[in-house]
T-cell receptor, first 115, second 109 residues
Framework: NAGVTQTPKFRVLKTGQSMTLLCAQDMNHEYMYWYRQDPGMGLRLIHYSVGEGTTAKGEVPDGYNVSRLKKQNFLLGLESAAPSQTSVYFC??????????????FGPGTRLTVL | GIQVEQSPPDLILQEGANSTLRCNFSDSVNNLQWFHQNPWGQLINLFYIPSGTKQNGRLSATTVATERYSLLYISSSQTTDSGVYFCVVGETSGSRLTFGEGTQLTVNP
């Protein structure tokens, strides 16, 4: 099993450009998440999905859109990139939360720089 | 939302020393994970421990959910243990995780 994978690993954009980050998981998890990590800080939740075709806002959703057309994929889009979106982006996935909780598994991250 | 406090914020050790990292949280949780973020930025899942005690080699963790804290023990530290240790919790009432600010650990040879 590959676990959680992210594409691309690195990207440099100019202000105003758009791009899509792809997250894929092969663990048949229902839940998927997108986080961003700024220097010296913990991760903050951008958007998440509780199942195919559903998405919800997290802590810092502004400037991002997401889609979950297939259970195994979760896409994060930046329509018009801004320098404030320079960050490292992590994707994660988990089973549906239950009485036993829900361990999250993280991808390797995508380092995005917006000039 | 739930508050997560980690202590100490920074810790410097000599190789071979032991250490204890603490995580306090403000509400009941059904998810608690400890991660190690290495100097290359990779997040390594150490423990999934919403309650009880687990051990994995030189590392062990204990969560006392009723008292709202968790401890991560590192014994016989090595330089490869350097990095940031994050405590991450999920509220019983929700499905999202909240990260603490992390403990920056430096192990000197």
């Amino acid at each position: 099993n590959a676990g959680v994978t992210q594409t691309p690993k690195f990207r440099v954009l100019k202000t105003g450009q758009s791009m899509t980050l792809l997250c894929a998981q092969d663990m048949n998890h229902e839940y998927m998440y997108w986080y961003r990590q700024d220097p010296g800080m913990g991760l903050r939740l951008i958007h998440y999905s509780v199942g195919e075709g559903t998405t919800a806002k997290g802590e810092v959703p502004d400037g991002y859109n997401v889609s979950r057309l297939k259970k195994q994929n979760f896409l994060l889009g930046l329509e018009s990139a801004a320098p404030s979106q320079t960050s490292v982006y992590f994707c994660a996935s988990s089973y549906r939360p239950g009485l036993a909780g829900y361990e999250q598994f993280f991808g390797p991250g995508t380092r995005l720089t917006v000039l | 939302g739930i508050q997560v406090e980690q202590s100490p914020p920074d810790l410097i050790l000599q190789e071979g020393a032991n250490s204890t990292l603490r995580c306090n949280f403000s509400d009941s949780v059904n998810n608690l994970q400890w991660f190690h973020q290495n100097p290359w930025g990779q997040l390594i899942n150490l423990f999934y421990i919403p309650s009880g005690t687990k051990q994995n080699g030189r590392l062990s963790a204990t969560t006392v959910a009723t008292e709202r804290y968790s401890l991560l023990y590192i014994s016989s530290s090595q330089t490869t243990d350097s990095g940031v240790y994050f405590c991450v919790v999920g509220e019983t009432s929700g499905s999202r995780l909240t990260f603490g600010e992390g403990t920056q650990l430096t192990v000197n040879p």
